[in-house]
């Protein structure tokens, strides 16, 4: 369990509530969600002043996540403070409505928060799971290959941070991360739905990735019910993880797939990547004005 919090250089700091980041492989966390859906509100609201206190007390300045483990019986137990923005940020903006980048650049600024605790609420729920380039049913072990095709879901409450794009190589000489998909919905359940069927439309070739087992995830009673534990992929998945057979026809439209981005790669020149940009990159639709 983590605690967003912000603290400015005029003595303010706020948390912006926990997310839940239990489900982890290799001690990599592999799905994140907030608000928790185990924490009580008293509960919470004890967790959020304890990371507030830690800042407070090393005179934090900037964004930060201070992490606790909470045990069966409600207690927790103070981790680890990270001391950036991490991977997961996206959950608490859109359950909270903050956007914590500009926040981060407005305090490194020198301005105070806009805001005060008593202002923040948490409104609906947020799902993030990490998109990675790697196989599952072989004990996670990275995967490399052509992003033959590169197609993410759209649709309302549906956000994705990507760095990569169709045509480009998975390679292991990076992170295994290809994208961050993050939905966003009125309650939990919703949030699920909303998650499993972006999943499944979002489609990946040339490359092995984890899509497949997310879905399976989102589908699982235990992650279903709330009952997440960092032994949730031991517990549930113990003999591994068995991917669904492919039908013949999945296999034909894949090797159609795969000669398609064969031939565009052969008819295109290496000077069509200088300046391409996605039509979802941020830095072209987002238009602030700072501050």
């Not at 052509?146 to 879901?153: A, D, E, T, Y």
């Not at 290496?270 to 996605?278: A, K, L, N, V, Y």
Request: charged share 20%.
């Amino acid at each position: 369990m983590e605690v967003q919090v912000l603290s400015d250089n005029f003595g303010n700091t706020v948390h912006l509530f926990e997310r839940e980041c239990s489900i982890q492989r290799r001690h990599q966390k592999v799905v994140e969600e907030a608000p928790s859906p185990v924490l009580n509100e008293e509960t919470r609201s004890a967790m959020g002043k304890a990371a507030v206190s830690a800042a407070q007390e090393v005179s934090y300045s900037g964004a930060g996540t201070v992490e606790f483990l909470l045990s069966s019986d409600g207690s927790f137990y103070f981790l680890e403070m990270n001391t950036r923005l991490q991977v997961e940020h996206p959950v608490t903006e859109c359950i909270s409505g903050v956007d914590l980048v500009e926040q981060q650049i407005r305090v490194a600024s020198g301005l105070p928060l806009p805001f005060s605790q008593n202002d923040l609420s948490i409104r609906g729920h947020a799902i993030e799971v990490r998109i990675y380039a790697e196989d599952p049913s072989r004990g996670f072990l990275p995967a490399t290959g052509p992003l033959v095709v590169f197609v993410p879901p759209e649709g309302p409450g549906i956000r994705l941070d990507t760095g990569v794009r169709q045509g480009d190589e998975a390679r292991i000489d990076f992170d295994p991360m290809l994208a961050k998909l993050i939905v966003y919905g009125s309650n939990r359940n919703q949030a699920i739905r909303r998650m499993e069927r972006a999943l499944r439309t979002f489609v990946i070739l040339g490359a092995t990735t984890n899509i497949d087992f997310l879905i399976d995830i989102m589908r699982h009673k235990s992650f279903i019910s709330g009952d997440t534990t960092t032994n949730f992929i031991d517990n549930h998945f113990s003999d591994g993880w068995v991917p669904k057979q492919t039908t013949s026809s999945e296999v034909l439209l894949a090797a159609g797939a795969e000669q398609l981005g064969l031939d565009r790669n052969i008819l295109s020149s290496t000077s069509d990547d200088i300046g391409r940009t996605s039509k979802n990159d941020p830095f072209l639709n987002l238009s602030r004005v700072f501050p």
